[in-house]
């Protein structure tokens, strides 16, 4: 049974940093690309960072230069590290294997409960 939790998320003003975590059990991450995805109010989901089974890693453009992804398969999990946050980054943000491709934001698995930012002064 997979399950995925994400944790880490919380309240910081802009130009604050936060480090997003995500473990995932029941799946071979050596098999699976992961990518973080987020969902603003009244928005659909998006991706944000992937990170390839071959170690190609990819960022939208909204957050190039200031998110980092990486990932340890031994250890189950992905981190995204958010940097120079500004208030259009507040969302729910989730991790997953997307299905498909990764512009779509669907995910392989069943989506775990997210962790919310909020990015304000």
């Known amino acids: 049974q997979v399950q995925i939790v994400e944790s880490g998320g919380g309240w910081t003003q802009p130009g604050g940093s936060l480090r997003l975590s995500c473990t995932a059990s029941?799946?071979?991450?050596?098999?699976?690309?992961m990518a973080w995805y987020r969902e603003a109010p009244g928005k659909q989901r998006e991706w944000v960072a992937l990170?390839?089974?071959?170690?190609?890693?990819l960022y939208s453009d909204s957050v190039k230069g200031r998110f980092t992804i990486s990932r340890d398969n031994i250890k189950k999990s992905a981190w995204l590290e958010m940097n120079s946050l500004k208030p259009e980054d507040t969302a729910r943000y989730y991790c997953?294997?997307?299905?498909?491709?990764?512009?779509?934001?669907?995910?392989?698995?069943?989506w775990g409960q997210g962790t919310p930012v909020t990015v304000s002064s």
């Open positions: 029941g799946i071979s991450w050596s098999m699976n690309h």
């Open positions: 990170f390839k089974t071959d170690g190609t890693i």
């Open positions: 997953n294997a997307p299905y498909g491709i990764v512009d779509d934001a669907k995910g392989l698995f069943k």
